[in-house]
C-alpha cells in the first residue's frame, strides 16, 4: 500500500526536513505534495532525487490525501488542520495548538505508541515541542523500571528550534562581531552570539516561560501525569540540535549501571558514556542524526535514588520531522489508515 501524502510549510526548515525523511526511510508513497503559503507557490523543494514545487495550501483539495504532515505554526493549523481532518486525512500536526487537546493523541512512538489509535475522534495526532520529545525518549525506560517521581531539567537549544531567521541571526551577529560591525538583534530579545538567553518563547505570570510550561505539561500527558517536573530553557549559540541536563529522582533504587544497561536497550536511544575526555556527545555529533543519544550518566547524591544524564538530539528531527514521520509509520504499521485508492 502506498500513502499520498502533504506536506505543509515545506520550505521552512522542518517541512524539508520532513521530505528529507520520508525519502531516506522510503515510507511508501503513491504521491508527495509540497503545501505552502502564497509567497512560496513555485519554490522547488527536494524529495529524494526529485525536485518539487510548491502549491498554495489554500486552493489545494485534500480528498484524494492520506497523511497531511503540518508544519506551518500554530495559527496556520488552529485555521486548517480541522478542516483537513473533516475530508479523511489524518493530519500530523507539529505545532503547539493541539498538544493539549484531550481529544488528540501527543505521541513519541518510542514512548506511547498505543495512544495513536486515539486520532479517529478529531483525524489529528500532535508532535511533542521538540524538548520534550528527547526528554521523553530518555525517562520512559528509566520510569518503566523505577518509577520517576520528580525531574529538574535545564535545556540548552539550537536557534533552529526558532525558525531559519534565527539561524541566519545568528550567522550574521557571528559575523558582525568578527568583523567589528553592529550587532543587531531581530528575531531574539537580546544578542544571541557568543551569548546565552535564559528565555525561549514568552513569560507566563508564575515567572515561567511558554517553552518550560509546555515541557511540564506535556511530559504528564506523554508518560504519566503523576511526574513532578520543572523546566529552566536557554537558547544557546547551536545552529542545530537541543542539549539537556537532567536530573532525576525515582521512588525506587537504580543505580548508574543498571540505568546505563538500560538506555543501551531501549529505543531510538544511543548511549555514549566513556568517562574521559570527550566520552560524550556534543549538538554538533548529534546534528543530522535520529537518535536520542545520553552521555554522563551518575548517581546523584543530594537525593535518595537519583540519577543524573546528559541528553543530546536533533531538534529539527526527532524533535519534529522525523518524530511525524515515525508517527505516519505508527498508523501504517498497526493498520490504523488505508490508503483511499486502495480502499476505492
Known sequence: MAYKV???????NVGREMLDILAERRFPVSEVVPLASSRSIGVEVSFGDK????????????????????????????????K????????IDNSSAWRMDPDVPLIVPEVNADAA??????????????????????????HDKAKIKRVVVSTYQSVSGAGKDAMD?????????????????????????????????????????????????????ILDPKIKLVATC????????????????FENPISADEARDILREAPGVLV???????????????????????????EDPTVDNGLVLWCVSDNLRKGAALNAVQIAEVLMNRKLLTPKKAAA
Open 6 to 12: 502533504a506536506v505543509v510549510g515545506a520550505t521552512g
Open 51 to 82: 525536485t518539487l514545487k510548491c502549491r498554495h495550501l489554500d486552493t489545494y483539495d485534500f480528498s484524494d490525501t492520506d497523511i497531511c504532515l503540518m508544519s506551518a505554526g500554530g495559527s496556520v493549523s488552529s485555521e486548517w488542520s480541522p
Open 84 to 91: 483537513i481532518g473533516a475530508q479523511g486525512v489524518v493530519v
Open 117 to 142: 489509535a486515539g486520532f479517529k475522534k478529531k483525524n489529528i495526532i500532535a508532535n511533542p515541542n521538540c524538548s520534550t520529545a528527547q526528554l521523553v525518549v530518555a525517562l520512559k525506560p528509566l
Open 169 to 221: 541571526e545568528l550567522f550574521a551577529q557571528t559575523r558582525s562581531v568578527f568583523v567589528s560591525d553592529p550587532v543587531e538583534a531581530k528575531k531574539f530579545p537580546k544578542r544571541i552570539a557568543f551569548n546565552l538567553i535564559p528565555q525561549i518563547d514568552v513569560f507566563m505570570e508564575d515567572g515561567f516561560t511558554k517553552e518550560e510550561w509546555k515541557m511540564v505539561a506535556e511530559t504528564k500527558k
Open 234 to 249: 536557554v537558547r544557546v549559540p547551536v545552529f542545530i540540535s537541543h542539549s539537556e541536563a537532567v536530573n532525576i529522582e
Open 272 to 298: 555514549i558514556d566513556k568517562r574521559e575526555p570527550g566520552g560524550y556527545i556534543t549538538p554538533h555529533e548529534a546534528a543530522g542524526e535520529d537518535a536520542t543519544y545520553i552521555s554522563r550518566i551518575r
